[in-house]
């Protein structure tokens, strides 16, 4: 560990978050906005599903840690929303068995400590034709699939009051979103990402937690040592991407 000790903001989930510090990704994009604020810790699996997730959820979360996470984004879903195909290996969960896996994550990580916020990612769109095109007539993912467990997604955080994101809805508000979020369907583009970070951003700000992860709010780590200091103003930054 290096210090001093930051907030750490943990992304949690498939390659969604894998990706995400890819070029113009919603996790270096986070990583830029709350640089000497918070730590962004990734922590992303390309190809898992719930399933996946809940068998290392100790490991990756443990109890007893001495630092628990201020923040936990996480997303799982698409993997799941697959369909089954026969005689082939996918990584399909059935909903029902999705929606308690889920239930048992969104349990852990609120326990971890009392200052632990958790934020879900419902499952992105698809642009059908552009996985078609890349995958074959038999690709497994569709927009009505992942439509399916987003819904499934916010109504479980609507139960649990965990706040959660609505992408599927969100993203198809952009006009031009089939063409310009994705790079093969499904995996996000800088501009389907740039859209994830507004809304991540925007629901921090709005949350009425305390201390505030609003990045606005937050502290910056040694304002004043250096004249020279972009952040001397109050530690505030001119962040005009947000």
């Given at each position: 560990?290096?210090?001093p000790?930051?907030p750490?903001?943990?992304?949690?989930?498939?390659?969604?978050?894998?990706?995400?510090?890819?070029?113009g990704?919603?996790g270096a994009?986070?990583?830029?906005?709350?640089?000497?604020k918070?730590?962004?810790?990734?922590?992303?699996?390309?190809?898992?599903?719930?399933r996946?997730?809940?068998?290392?959820?100790?490991?990756?979360?443990?109890?007893?840690?001495?630092?628990?996470p201020s923040?936990v984004?996480?997303?799982?879903?698409?993997?799941?929303?697959?369909?089954?195909?026969?005689?082939?290996?996918?990584?399909?969960?059935p909903?029902?068995?999705?929606?308690?896996?889920?239930?048992?994550?969104?349990?852990?990580?609120?326990?971890?400590?009392?200052?632990?916020?958790v934020?879900?990612?419902?499952?992105p769109?698809?642009?059908?034709?552009?996985?078609i095109?890349?995958?074959?007539?038999?690709?497994a993912?569709?927009?009505?699939?992942?439509r399916?467990?987003?819904?499934?997604?916010?109504?479980?955080?609507?139960?649990?009051?965990?706040?959660?994101?609505?992408?599927w809805?969100?993203?198809?508000?952009?006009?031009?979103?089939?063409?310009?979020c994705?790079t093969?369907?499904?995996?996000?583009?800088?501009?389907?990402?740039?859209?994830v970070?507004k809304?991540?951003?925007?629901?921090?700000?709005?949350?009425?937690?305390?201390?505030?992860?609003y990045w606005?709010?937050?502290?910056?780590?040694?304002?004043?040592?250096s004249?020279?200091d972009?952040?001397?103003?109050?530690?505030?930054?001119?962040?005009?991407?947000?």
């Amino acid at each position: 560990m290096v210090g001093p000790t930051r907030p750490q903001f943990v992304l949690f989930g498939s390659s969604i978050v894998q990706k995400s510090f890819d070029n113009g990704g919603w996790g270096a994009i986070l990583a830029d906005t709350y640089a000497r604020k918070a730590d962004i810790v990734m922590r992303g699996y390309g190809g898992w599903n719930s399933r996946n997730a809940l068998q290392v959820l100790d490991q990756i979360f443990p109890k007893d840690a001495a630092v628990q996470p201020s923040l936990v984004i996480t997303y799982f879903g698409g993997n799941d929303s697959m369909k089954p195909i026969p005689a082939e290996l996918t990584p399909h969960v059935p909903l029902p068995e999705f929606i308690e896996n889920m239930k048992k994550i969104a349990t852990h990580l609120k326990s971890l400590s009392e200052k632990t916020r958790v934020i879900f990612l419902g499952v992105p769109p698809a642009n059908d034709e552009m996985i078609i095109q890349l995958y074959g007539e038999r690709a497994a993912r569709s927009n009505e699939g992942g439509r399916i467990y987003s819904e499934a997604t916010l109504k479980l955080c609507q139960e649990l009051e965990v706040k959660a994101i609505d992408l599927w809805t969100i993203m198809q508000q952009k006009n031009d979103w089939l063409t310009t979020c994705f790079t093969d369907g499904f995996h996000l583009a800088s501009e389907g990402s740039k859209i994830v970070a507004k809304e991540i951003i925007r629901a921090l700000e709005e949350a009425e937690w305390e201390p505030s992860l609003y990045w606005k709010l937050m502290p910056s780590e040694f304002v004043g040592i250096s004249p020279f200091d972009s952040e001397g103003n109050n530690g505030a930054i001119i962040n005009s991407n947000m």
